[in-house]
């Protein structure tokens, strides 16, 4: 099982922004717990982030044939992007959304998902366990 874990705008900065919603550990953090995670279930992965939607659209394209499963936390581009939901739609891979943060009890402006309808599953409020969880959901079908 081959995964592409992606992130968007802002995660790099996991550790400085706001940790009173995102946690205090960074974004290196969150690329060990993944590598853990998928190394739980016998993945191979890569990790992804950019703070470009075009880029975003272009690795989400890359993958198509190449990826069994993808993992996005879209930040904030889950609440504008059409093109990352279309990007998803068209490669067809298997993905899950994941926010770190539970959106539906923060800012209505952040209540809206454009990747939801084309996602199996959604994780949210959960940190970095909402990766491990989308993980094993695509990989064991654990729910
Ligand atoms: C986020 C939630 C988004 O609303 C926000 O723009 C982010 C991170 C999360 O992981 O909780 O950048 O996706």
């Known amino acids: 099982m081959k995964l592409l874990i992606i992130n968007g705008p802002n995660l790099n900065m996991l550790?400085?922004?706001?940790?009173?919603?995102?946690?205090?550990?960074?974004?290196?953090?969150?690329?060990?717990?993944?590598?853990?995670?998928?190394?739980?279930?016998?993945?191979?992965?890569?990790?992804?982030?950019?703070?470009?939607e075009g880029v975003l659209v272009d690795k989400i394209q890359e993958a198509y044939g190449k990826v069994d499963g993808i993992v996005i936390n879209p930040a904030a581009y889950t609440h504008t992007s059409v093109a990352i939901a279309d990007a998803l739609s068209a490669v067809a891979i298997p993905t899950v959304e994941v926010h770190l943060s539970d959106v539906m009890k923060r800012e209505s402006f952040r209540h809206?998902?454009?990747?939801?309808?084309?996602?199996?599953?959604?994780?949210?409020?959960?940190?970095?366990?909402?990766?491990?969880r989308a993980i094993r959901f695509l990989c064991l079908g654990e729910a």
């Open 15 to 52: 550790g400085i922004r706001e940790p009173d919603i995102y946690g205090s550990q960074n974004y290196a953090a969150l690329c060990d717990f993944v590598a853990a995670a998928a190394s739980e279930v016998g993945a191979e992965f890569e990790i992804f982030q950019s703070n470009h």
């Open 112 to 132: 809206h998902s454009f990747v939801a309808p084309v996602a199996k599953k959604t994780y949210m409020g959960l940190g970095f366990e909402g990766y491990r």
